[in-house]
């Protein structure tokens, strides 16, 4: 298996316009999640999805945050417009239906909004 | 709600030492434990995990961790340490019906040659 594969590695872009992040997750992994590690706030979960469907957005910052899973095995993030403070390492993670065997991180994607 | 502590910002060790790294954690009841490390540019990788059984786990790369409910702690621990081991390592917590890892600030190790 690849594992869990994001797209951008990195990103750099100019305040206003719109981001979008690709996630593909593990095939079988029935969980989604959505994690932005800066080093003021260490990581912070955004959004979590379960079968497609999203449970828990409240880790999302701001309206201008959006995030989608069309199908099993694609997600976006988007960001629009973006701002500077929203430069960090965007994580995607997928975890089987039993959770408690643990995440599979992606490699992130370094989002610079200059 | 969980919550983890990490106390040590920094760890820095001498190769082939031993190592251990302090995590505590807040949570009424059991929860599921975990250890990931982060390589530079890279993402998290899972090194071991407890939720039942045996308090002492091995996990991956030689390293071990040892559950204390009495101390509420799941201390990581490698008894001789590589180069390659220099990272970033989160312990985290999952709890609550969807066991979703509530993560540490991290530690960073660094390895003197």
């Known amino acids: 298996d690849a594992g869990v594969i994001q797209s951008p590695r990195h990103e750099v872009t100019e305040m206003g316009q719109e981001v979008t992040l690709r996630c593909k997750p593990i095939?079988?992994?029935?969980?989604l999640f959505w994690y932005r590690q800066t080093m003021m706030r260490g990581l912070e979960l955004l959004i979590y999805f379960n079968n497609n469907v999203p449970i828990d957005d409240s880790g999302m910052p701001e309206d201008r945050f959006s995030a989608k899973m069309p199908n099993a095995s694609f997600s976006t993030l988007k960001i629009q417009p973006s701002e500077p403070r929203d430069s960090a390492v965007y994580f995607c993670?997928?975890?089987?239906?039993?959770?408690?065997?643990?995440?599979?991180f992606g490699s992130g994607t370094r989002l610079t909004v200059v | 709600a969980q919550s983890v502590t990490q106390p040590d910002i920094h760890i820095t060790v001498s190769e082939g030492a031993s190592l251990e790294l302090r995590c505590n954690y807040s949570y009424g009841a059991t929860p599921y434990l975990f250890w990931y490390v982060q390589s530079p540019g890279q993402g998290l990788q899972l090194l071991l995990k407890?939720?039942?059984?045996?308090?002492l786990v091995q996990g991956i790369k030689g390293f071990e961790a040892e559950f204390k409910r009495s101390q509420s702690s799941f201390n990581l621990r490698k008894p001789s340490v590589h180069w390659s081991d220099a990272a970033e390592y989160f312990c985290?917590?999952?709890?609550?019906?969807?066991?979703?890892?509530?993560f540490g600030r991290g530690t960073s190790l660094i390895v003197h040659p």
């Open positions: 993670a997928s975890s089987p239906p039993d959770r408690g065997h643990g995440y599979t």
């Open positions: 095939s079988g992994h029935n969980s």
């Open positions: 407890y939720f039942s059984g045996d308090t």
């Open positions: 985290a917590v999952g709890a609550g019906g969807s066991y979703i890892p509530t």
